[in-house]
Every structure is written in structure tokens, then in C-alpha cells.
């Protein structure tokens, strides 16, 4: 079994990258998806779309490249992180947000200004930073 990795190239540039296998190519020119599997490259088609935010109606089955350097795929209604760093989400507003999140994401909505974290046990988002002029009462405690 290969390990999986993937690699954005334009699709002019294409040829010039060397086979190898469990990876994935993209061409962030024009969507087309490849695999390379036992020294060949395969065409998967062109359900690659490189963006910059979340659609708000997203594509199924389709995998979305963030400018910000993260790939999603849009699965099952699902949003599933294809890359292992941490990702961060911007949308709209709270009814923007996928109504089941990923633990490894952080998710900012911008017309509050507040940053959440999805729970999987709680099967819910927690709001962990705000805008401090939303705080009204610092408590120190007996300090």
C-alpha cells in the first residue's frame, strides 16, 4: 500500500512531474484530477475546484482546494479534510456552518466575530474567542 499525497501543478507543468505512486495530482488551472497507481498516471476527470471560501451549496462528491492550503472533499453532506493540517473555516454566519463539523477545525464566523470548535461527543459547537468588546464582566475570583 503507498502512502497518499497530493501535489497541485498547472496543467502545462503536468508532464514534468514524476510519477509516483498513491499520489494525487491536481492542476489548479483547470481542475483535472490524476492518481498515480503501479508507474502510470490516471485521469480521475475534473472534479477539482480550487476556491478560496466554502460554497455555500457545495457539490457532491466533488473536492474543493482552499487557497489557504487545505483540501476538502464534499462527501455525504460531509466536509472531509484530505490534508493533515489544521484547518480553519470561514463562513457567513452560524446557520453557514455544516451541521455536523470535524474536530481538527476551527470554525470563524464572520458576522459575529466569534471562532468555534465542533465537539463530536456533544454533537455541537462550542464558541472559544470572541470579539472582546462582546465580554461584559472579567471575574477574577478570589485572586
Not at 514524476?18 to 491536481?26: A, E, R
Not at 508507474?39 to 476527470?45: F, M, V, Y
Request: proline share 3%; charged share 15%; hydrophobic share 40%.
Amino acid at each position: 500500500m503507498a502512502n497518499l499525497s497530493l501535489f497541485e501543478v498547472t496543467q502545462s507543468k503536468l508532464g514534468s512531474v514524476p510519477i509516483t505512486n498513491g499520489q494525487l495530482v491536481v492542476c489548479t488551472d483547470t481542475g483535472n484530477f490524476y492518481r498515480d497507481l503501479d508507474g502510470t498516471r490516471i485521469a480521475l476527470g475534473n472534479s477539482v475546484e480550487k476556491i478560496s471560501s466554502l460554497p455555500l451549496a457545495p457539490l457532491a462528491d466533488k473536492i474543493y482546494l482552499l487557497t489557504t492550503d487545505h483540501s476538502l472533499w464534499y462527501f455525504n453532506s460531509e466536509w472531509i479534510q484530505l490534508s493533515n493540517k489544521a484547518l480553519i473555516v470561514q463562513v457567513a454566519a452560524f446557520a453557514s456552518l455544516p451541521a455536523v463539523g470535524s474536530e481538527s477545525c476551527l470554525y470563524v464566523v464572520k458576522n459575529q466575530n466569534k471562532t468555534y470548535r465542533w465537539d463530536d461527543a456533544d454533537n455541537r459547537y462550542y464558541c472559544v474567542g470572541s470579539d472582546y468588546n462582546d465580554i461584559n464582566v472579567i471575574d477574577g475570583g478570589t485572586a
